[in-house]
């Protein structure tokens, strides 16, 4: 049996312009506890005080991607969660530095990709482990791809899922998408407002790409787009880099 369960995580803050809206998952159900241990939750303040929650994952002890539009005033990620409300085990890491792409594009969402710098380092375990990404290869696109986030499961109620949930989507490779810059899927089946950030984790099990934002086609179907993970390949080597120090003699 088929249900649609439509789930957002509250992006406060973000204006709608009804062409390009942020993603939500769409025809989802609840994933294994901790079966995806790089999943995030950022835990975030707008300027204005009000929450902004997010998906995002986690690369190495220091670092965590995300999209773009996540951008927030203040941010810690919850590390190792499952369920909001029970924090056994969870780590809670404040962010200490952002890294937003330069070209990214808050109207139409070109290049929706960030990294987090931890203040602290992750300390992996069981259920805080990191997620390799995918390389540039030879450009195929994968098939059979995954999305996974902490959202609303009612369209009316503005409220978080209390748990991690995960849909399966299947990318398409159609005229209306930016294939350089990104993947998409279409369909019913889709990350929904709120899994923006989340990773899109294909066959292999490495991340292809970011959840970022959803339209709708001509034929009135919805495209979701995933920021392409292997474009940006050089550009999150070149942040993640030790930063060297100057010597002081
Ligand atoms: C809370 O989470 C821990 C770690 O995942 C788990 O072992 C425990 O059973 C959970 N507690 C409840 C009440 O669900
Ligand atoms: C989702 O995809 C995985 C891997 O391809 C598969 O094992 C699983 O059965 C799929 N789940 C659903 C609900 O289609
Ligand atoms: C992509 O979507 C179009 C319809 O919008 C469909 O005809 C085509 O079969 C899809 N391709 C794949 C690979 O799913």
Redesign the pocket.
Known sequence: MFFRCELVIVIVGLTLDGQVRTGEIVGGHEAVAHSRPYMVLLDQHAEDGKKKYCGGFLLNEDFVMTAAHCKAWSSYVLLGLHNYHNRTGVQRVRVKQTFLHEDYNAVTYENDIMLLKLSTKAIFNENVKPIALADQGDGSVPKSCTVSGWGRTNRIIESLSLILMEVNV?L???DQCNKDKTYCS?GDNGPAKGDSGGPLVCEDGKAYGVVSSRKLDS?D?EIYSYAKIPHYRSWIESKMKPQRKPYIW
């Open positions: 299947t398409n490779d159609s279409k034929d179907l």
